[in-house]
């Protein structure tokens, strides 16, 4: 049993609370920032305003500047910043228990930068216009290639260096080809959206991307969720897994597709927002427990939470242009991820 693997079987049953009161705790707190952030924007609208608009869903020639603001700007983007942070959470822990890494997160490992790669392909060539699950699958299919390509070298060597380098790889070949791509950009238009995409936002989107995403996030979270107690096996290595029954086939494959579907999905409406997957975990890792089954939905439950508390913060900054999400939690990500680094040296 490796050194990763030791830390998680010990974090059986170590949790200080109890994991469904932290859930309790989050879904309420996450339900309070729902409402402050349909309330945050440069509009401002009344309570009872805002509740009419939000609720009535009159006919288009009906609607009251309030009932636009609210259903078709507001409440798209607090729903949108919601199930996108919680996919990126509960991806974060379940790569971490996949790969009995607590270093790997969809974006250090290159899945984001693939989905992105995916995303601009679609962009350039305008196939989201054509089809509208064209971007989501082609996302989708790129991030699920970086996932396999990982998967094969952490049955080799499941040291965190290797593999954190080979995400870097990875995640630098996506990014050249994503920059290729845009340097052969046909117009400065295509291009200007790809650079905008590629920044992270939810700004502007509506309940079309609403439609689009959550089917495929959907399904990514119950693929999670079934394996989570697989995970646990998982996470006491792969000899304790198999003699317990699992199938490391049949769990790898699950967790490499829920995993793709929910940040191929979130990149192709949102684009490259990074860290959510990395820090959630670790703050919520030493109130539940190191178990992947103990850990998945408060990870969902925080990724949502500090995304939309982020989103709401870039709404409120002052100055003419609005920060881009991906750009927010990159300044949040980058610090923790060397501080995990550091605490990881022997003798720091």
Known sequence: MNQDSGVLAEGIGAGTWNGSKVNALLGSVLAVVCVVSLFAGYQPIGFWEAMTGLLSWPAEQDKSVSAIIMQEIRFPRTFLAVIIGASLGAAGAALQGLFRNPLAEPGIMGVSASAGFGGVVSIYFGLGSLFWFATPLIAIASASVTMTILLLISLRDTTPLTLILAGVALSSLAVSFTSLAMNLSP??????????????????????????????????????????????????????????????????????????????????????????????????????????????????????????????????????????????????????????????????
């Open 187 to 348: 117009n400065p238009f295509a291009l200007s959206e790809m650079i905008f995409w590629l920044l992270g936002s939810v700004r502007d989107r509506s309940l079309v991307d609403v439609g689009i995403s959550l089917p495929f996030m959907a399904v990514g979270w119950g693929l999670l969720a079934v394996s989570r107690r697989s995970l646990d096996a998982l996470s006491l290595g792969e000899d304790v897994a198999q003699s317990l029954g699992v199938d490391l086939r049949r769990i790898r494959q699950m967790i490499i597709l829920g995993t793709t579907l929910c940040v191929g999905a979130s990149v192709a409406v949102a684009g490259a927002i990074g860290f959510v997957g990395l820090v959630v975990p670790h703050v919520m890792r030493p109130l539940v427990g190191h178990m992947p089954s103990s850990l998945l939905l408060p990870s969902a439950l925080g990724g949502g939470l500090l995304l939309l508390a982020a989103d709401i913060v870039v709404r409120l900054l002052p100055g003419n242009q609005e920060l881009m999400l991906g750009v927010l939690t990159s300044f949040i990500g980058v610090p923790f991820f060397l501080y995990l680094i550091l605490k990881r040296m022997p003798g720091l």
